[in-house]
């Protein structure tokens, strides 16, 4: 009777992967990029690649970047949507074995609207004279990228910040007749949301001329034939 060899079988380990950032619940900024990190390793071998999955998608985020010779890989996630998302990150090992890690949420909220307050302009009664306009801005969830001041439709130009407040000065010259000026102010903030403020009005008068008048109508005998000489009124 043969007898048959002996035959040993090698089972191939699954990969291990996980992410570990962002963090599970993290709050992250719409319209922002965004890191995601994994680690992943494999006992009897290799990693050839690890994955990132968004929202339960089977097409793939994105195929990560291995950091180094380390066990860690990198992708970026750019532009990041609004909404609650979940992100799964998936190791392939070099015998083809997948593992994938739970779904981690992540929470991208809609970005507010800056807010903003005008100030009554201020400006001389007449021209010429500058025009002074001012404002405040903030924005809770990111920052002002610029505050520009109209009169009616027509831009006037952005505002400088100084002293938490933004400014803006506009000449007004002598031959600038009668007019009110309709002012607002409209606050961007860094993801390009706006807000405008309500308008406020300033009425500059026309330039006056200068009065001239003698103070004396008395009459004053001239020679005629005489020379010229200076007259004193």
């Known amino acids: 009777t043969a007898l048959s060899g002996s035959v040993r079988v090698i089972v191939n380990a699954l990969p291990t992967v996980a992410v570990t950032s962002p963090a599970a619940g993290a709050a992250v900024k719409v319209g922002s990029n965004v890191t995601l990190s994994a680690t992943a390793s494999d006992a009897d071998g290799s990693i050839a ?14 195929e990560a970047t291995r950091v180094g010779t380390t066990s860690e890989y990198t992708l970026a996630w750019n532009n990041v949507p609004v909404g609650p998302h979940t992100l799964v990150a998936r190791a392939t090992d070099n015998d083809g074995a997948v593992q994938s890690t739970g779904s981690l949420a992540v929470n991208v909220a809609a970005n507010l609207q800056p807010t ?84 406020k009005s300033i009425t500059v008068a026309a330039n006056v001329p200068p009065a001239v008048s003698i103070p004396s109508a008395a009459a004053v005998p001239l020679d005629a034939g005489h020379a010229a000489k200076p007259l004193t009124l």
């Open 49 to 62: 690649k690890v994955e990132f999955f968004l929202d339960c998608s089977t097409t793939a985020l994105g």
């Open 116 to 199: 903003v307050t005008l100030d009554n302009p201020t400006a001389g009664t007449n021209a010429p004279t500058t025009l002074v306009l001012s404002a405040g801005a903030a924005d809770s969830d990111g920052s002002v990228a610029s505050v520009q001041f109209f009169n009616g439709a027509v831009p006037l130009g952005n505002g400088t910040l100084a002293a938490g407040k933004y400014t803006l000065s506009v000449p007004i010259a002598a031959a600038q007749p009668n007019t009110t000026y309709v002012i607002t102010a409209r606050a961007t903030d860094d993801l390009g949301a706006q807000t405008t403020t309500a308008s």
